[in-house]
């Protein structure tokens, strides 16, 4: 009997309460989302290339559990605290009837077992729906879905998420169920005795009010001006005023909604002074529970806004340039391209020459650059730039590269060439990639007139103008060599000024030409007849041809060539190692940062959700006596939809007003896009975020109202008010 009345108390509660199962299975998915992500097909992709990092980033996996651990508690906490408020008369007829405490303790713990495997039998199957649909999407866009799928179900990810979901629902029933056993048979039922809260009206509410405003607009003000780097200390005191500011604002919040009751008096028809004294009152009872959901929605956005843009800016970073540079003398290279089997993959090779001007002959004046940065605004930006150029002058410390080297890469990149009208160089500068502020002011005083003069060993000087746009993507397959301050110059002018960087050690060699595959057409042989005396390059950018690429794949095309270089004698730097980097910087700051947006983002949403219905199942009399006075369920249910927008409202529009300069000042400060990172899509993306966001927050409120309209057509006049 015992066993049949907790079945059945399973049964009846599933049913009226949706959403609160719903909440069940979100923390059973939050819990698997997060515990399987290394058997995730990019990681495993990732475990081969950048091993170590990987390890690092699943030791921070149980840091990010227990945090969810945490917020997931409050998650169920609330949901259970809204079943239980549901079931109050329920609980005081059993304890009227004889029903021990011990036995209606041990009910509820019955219940929540049974519900806990129910909803793990359900959730598990969801959410290894949904992990193998995150795999195979973020396979596929970021190209490893030519790789091959593999269905994985990780049992320790498994037992992590029944562990921690029993371990967050016992605990918040415990409680509940304490609480709730102690209380006498009369008081349970009736309704909870709504504690007296005095509404902060009059001058302390409005001081309240403003006194918010103006800290919230000091935090905008400091986010937006005073947040150049994660400083400590004014990250600090944005979050304190922030925070403050926040919970100030809702707090007299009550009493500006008063004075905009009181100031349209003539407007009031109907039931608009119950509808505006009902979210009055809700706000005043409840202000600190909406400032935390509003500071929730403001972490939900905020992390989902820097997962997007990093992981697309992380995503799109570097362009492929080649697929490998060999480091070795002109010989061996030689012996590798020119093996048969090798040259049917290889479809383009060609030397990457850099030197510097440091142990040279001749010297450089870099004034005019320095000039042109100077008729900038001053910022710290501009400041530190000068500061290098005039230390690289003092040092005589200038990289070069000849215009030949890097055509041959534009052109196996299928660009077009450079060319040099006279006395020009064009200006080179890894740094550019990671920082679009960076390449924007380069770019501005380049335009602005900037030169450079090299004094040759035969002591002419010679001034050479700048063209206009500045060139950052890499010269080698990933990061072989970094470079900063570098000029693409003439043959001729590299000949006379470089003293090449090479990794090779070995006896100078001279290069005739570029090293050509048979299977090329003559044109495509690299010429470079025009330098002498010239030792090993830095490196020799080899690409796989597009035909092999196309039918196999860029990954396995590359993964095979790598395979035979492994067997040759020759040191290289790959692509695949800069795939590997990027990926692993976009799992980290995007993948567990959307993670805990939307995590966030359930978590506020429920809590404000089961708030108002708790909430409004405390005023169940008020709407019976409105009934009673004549009121019709039509009208009654209109004035309830008007309260559930204008709750959410209140909400919504301070999170996402907080948000904005949030993501303001996160993205024009710490946190940069990197350069060629297309603007327009940046704002599509955010577009449809917030469009998801909007329609999210919509889910929610017709959920509520669906609830809400369905007690109130349950309501008759034949009952008796409390």
Same mark, same amino acid.
């Given at each position: 009997?015992?066993?049949?009345?907790?079945?059945?108390?399973?049964?009846?509660?599933?049913?009226?309460?949706?959403?609160?199962?719903?909440?069940?299975?979100?923390?059973?998915?939050?819990?698997?989302? *997060?515990?399987?992500?290394?058997?995730? #097909?990019?990681?495993?992709?990732?475990?081969?290339?950048?091993?170590?990092?990987?390890?690092?980033?699943?030791?921070?996996?149980?840091?990010?559990?227990?945090?969810?651990?945490?917020?997931?508690?409050?998650?169920?906490?609330?949901?259970?605290?809204? !079943?239980?408020?549901?079931?109050?008369?329920?609980?005081?007829?059993?304890?009227?009837?004889?029903?021990?405490?011990?036995?209606?303790?041990?009910?509820?713990?019955?219940?929540?077992?049974?519900?806990?495997?129910?909803?793990?039998?359900?959730?598990?199957?969801?959410?290894?729906?949904?992990?193998?649909?995150?795999?195979?999407?973020?396979?596929?866009?970021?190209?490893?879905?030519?790789?091959?799928?593999?269905?994985?179900?990780?049992?320790?990810?498994?037992?992590?998420?029944?562990?921690?979901?029993?371990?967050?629902?016992?605990?918040?029933?415990?409680?509940?169920?304490?609480?709730?056993?102690?209380?006498?048979?009369?008081?349970?039922?009736?309704?909870?005795?709504?504690?007296?809260?005095?509404?902060?009206?009059?001058? !302390?509410?409005?001081?309240?009010?403003?006194?918010?405003?103006?800290?919230?607009?000091?935090?905008?003000?400091?986010?937006?001006?005073?947040?150049?780097?994660?400083?400590?200390?004014?990250?600090?005191?944005?979050?304190?005023?922030?925070?403050?500011?926040?919970?100030?604002?809702?707090?007299?919040?009550?009493?500006?909604?008063?004075?905009? *009751?009181?100031?349209?008096?003539?407007?009031?028809?109907?039931?608009?002074?119950?509808?505006?004294?009902?979210?009055?009152?809700?706000?005043?009872?409840?202000?600190?529970?909406?400032?935390?959901?509003?500071?929730?929605?403001?972490?939900?956005?905020?992390?989902?806004?820097?997962?997007?843009?990093?992981?697309?800016?992380?995503?799109?970073?570097?362009?492929?340039?080649?697929?490998?540079?060999?480091?070795?003398?002109?010989?061996?290279?030689?012996?590798?391209?020119?093996?048969?089997?090798?040259?049917?993959?290889?479809?383009?090779?060609?030397?990457?020459?850099?030197?510097?001007?440091?142990?040279?002959?001749?010297?450089?004046?870099?004034?005019?650059?320095?000039?042109?940065?100077?008729?900038?605004?001053?910022?710290?930006?501009?400041?530190?730039?000068?500061?290098?150029?005039?230390?690289?002058?003092?040092?005589?410390?200038?990289?070069?590269?000849?215009?030949?080297?890097?055509?041959?890469?534009?052109?196996?990149?299928?660009?077009?060439?450079?060319?040099?009208?006279?006395?020009?160089?064009?200006?080179?500068?890894?740094?550019?990639?990671?920082?679009?502020?960076?390449?924007?002011?380069?770019?501005?005083?380049?335009?602005?007139?900037?030169?450079?003069?090299?004094?040759?060993? #035969?002591?002419?000087?010679?001034?050479?103008?700048?063209?206009?746009?500045?060139?950052?993507?890499?010269?080698?397959?990933?990061?072989?060599?970094?470079?900063?301050?570098?000029?693409?110059?003439?043959?001729?002018?590299?000949?006379?000024?470089?003293?090449?960087?090479?990794? #090779?050690?070995?006896?100078?060699?001279?290069?005739?030409?570029?090293?050509?595959?048979?299977?090329?057409?003559?044109?495509?042989?690299?010429?470079?007849?025009?330098?002498?005396?010239?030792?090993?390059?830095?490196?020799?950018?080899?690409?796989?041809?597009?035909?092999?690429?196309?039918?196999?794949?860029?990954?396995?095309?590359?993964?095979?060539?790598?395979?035979?270089?492994?067997?040759?004698?020759?040191?290289?730097?790959?692509?695949?190692?800069?795939?590997?980097?990027?990926?692993?910087?976009?799992?980290?700051?995007?993948?567990?940062?959307?993670?805990?947006?939307?995590?966030?983002?359930?978590?506020?949403?429920?809590?404000?959700?089961?708030?108002?219905?708790?909430?409004?199942?405390?005023?169940?009399?008020?709407?019976?006596?409105?009934?009673?006075?004549?009121?019709?369920?039509?009208?009654?249910?209109?004035?309830?939809?008007?309260?559930?927008?204008?709750?959410?409202?209140?909400?919504?529009?301070?999170?996402?007003?907080?948000?904005?300069?949030?993501?303001?000042?996160?993205?024009?400060?710490?946190?940069?896009?990197?350069?060629?990172?297309?603007?327009?899509?940046?704002?599509?993306?955010?577009?449809?975020? *917030?469009?998801?966001?909007?329609?999210?927050?919509?889910?929610?409120?017709?959920?509520?109202?669906?609830?809400?309209?369905?007690?109130?057509?349950?309501?008759?006049?034949?009952?008796?008010?409390?």
């Amino acid at each position: 009997m015992f066993f049949k009345q907790i079945l059945s108390n399973i049964k009846k509660n599933r049913k009226n309460n949706g959403l609160f199962f719903a909440t069940l299975l979100i923390a059973i998915v939050a819990f698997y989302t *997060l515990l399987s992500l290394e058997s995730q #097909d990019v990681m495993r992709f990732l475990k081969t290339l950048e091993g170590d990092a990987i390890q690092k980033l699943m030791l921070l996996v149980p840091m990010i559990y227990v945090v969810s651990l945490f917020f997931v508690f409050f998650l169920v906490y609330f949901a259970y605290a809204y !079943q239980m408020e549901n079931r109050r008369r329920e609980f005081g007829l059993y304890l009227m009837c004889g029903m021990k405490r011990g036995r209606l303790f041990l009910m509820l713990m019955c219940e929540t077992i049974l519900n806990s495997t129910l909803s793990v039998f359900a959730g598990i199957p969801l959410a290894l729906l949904l992990t193998e649909s995150i795999s195979l999407t973020t396979a596929r866009l970021v190209g490893l879905g030519i790789i091959g799928h593999q269905f994985s179900l990780s049992s320790t990810a498994i037992l992590g998420t029944v562990a921690g979901f029993f371990l967050v629902q016992l605990a918040a029933m415990l409680i509940l169920s304490v609480r709730f056993c102690r209380m006498d048979p009369a008081d349970l039922l009736k309704p909870e005795t709504k504690a007296v809260v005095k509404p902060a009206s009059g001058k !302390q509410g409005m001081f309240s009010f403003v006194f918010g405003i103006v800290l919230l607009a000091v935090a905008y003000a400091m986010g937006v001006t005073l947040l150049n780097a994660f400083g400590i200390l004014p990250t600090l005191l944005i979050l304190i005023f922030g925070s403050l500011g926040t919970f100030l604002l809702y707090r007299g919040l009550g009493s500006f909604i008063e004075h905009a *009751l009181l100031a349209r008096k003539s407007q009031k028809n109907g039931l608009y002074t119950f509808t505006g004294r009902q979210i009055q009152e809700s706000v005043v009872h409840q202000h600190s529970s909406l400032a935390v959901s509003s500071l929730l929605l403001l972490m939900a956005l905020a992390c989902i806004s820097f997962g997007i843009g990093m992981g697309f800016g992380r995503t799109g970073a570097d362009m492929r340039v080649c697929d490998f540079s060999l480091m070795g003398s002109d010989e061996d290279v030689t012996a590798f391209v020119q093996d048969k089997e090798n040259q049917s993959m290889i479809g383009d090779c060609y030397p990457m020459f850099i030197g510097n001007t440091y142990y040279g002959d001749s010297t450089f004046s870099l004034k005019g650059i320095v000039n042109a940065f100077e008729t900038l605004p001053e910022d710290n930006l501009r400041d530190n730039i000068v500061e290098n150029l005039l230390q690289n002058e003092e040092y005589n410390d200038l990289y070069l590269i000849p215009l030949k080297s890097f055509n041959a890469l534009l052109v196996s990149m299928g660009e077009e060439e450079l060319r040099f009208d006279g006395n020009q160089v064009a200006f080179y500068n890894r740094m550019a990639a990671d920082s679009f502020n960076y390449k924007e002011l380069w770019e501005k005083a380049i335009n602005a007139g900037a030169y450079v003069e090299f004094t040759l060993p #035969d002591g002419s000087i010679e001034k050479f103008e700048f063209l206009p746009n500045m060139y950052y993507n890499n010269i080698v397959a990933d990061r072989a060599i970094t470079l900063s301050t570098t000029l693409i110059v003439p043959d001729d002018l590299y000949e006379a000024c470089a003293r090449h960087v090479t990794t #090779d050690a070995g006896e100078a060699a001279k290069m005739s030409g570029g090293i050509s595959n048979s299977a090329q057409d003559s044109d495509s042989s690299t010429d470079y007849d025009s330098i002498d005396n010239v030792k090993n390059p830095f490196a020799w950018n080899i690409r796989i041809r597009e035909d092999i690429i196309q039918n196999q794949g860029l990954l396995p095309a590359i993964m095979e060539m790598q395979t035979r270089l492994d067997r040759s004698n020759l040191s290289y730097d790959s692509y695949l190692g800069g795939i590997g980097r990027n990926l692993f910087y976009t799992v980290a700051a995007s993948y567990l940062s959307i993670y805990l947006g939307v995590l966030f983002l359930l978590i506020a949403n429920t809590v404000l959700v089961l708030k108002y219905l708790i909430w409004q199942k405390k005023n169940h009399g008020r709407y019976l006596t409105l009934m009673m006075l004549g009121a019709k369920k039509k009208d009654i249910s209109i004035s309830m939809g008007k309260q559930i927008r204008l709750y959410f409202l209140l909400v919504l529009g301070v999170a996402v007003l907080n948000s904005v300069f949030a993501i303001w000042s996160m993205f024009t400060s710490f946190v940069k896009l990197p350069a060629g990172t297309s603007m327009q899509t940046v704002v599509i993306l955010a577009c449809v975020t *917030l469009v998801c966001f909007v329609l999210v927050e919509v889910l929610y409120i017709c959920i509520v109202q669906h609830k809400s309209r369905k007690e109130i057509l349950a309501l008759h006049v034949s009952e008796r008010p409390e």
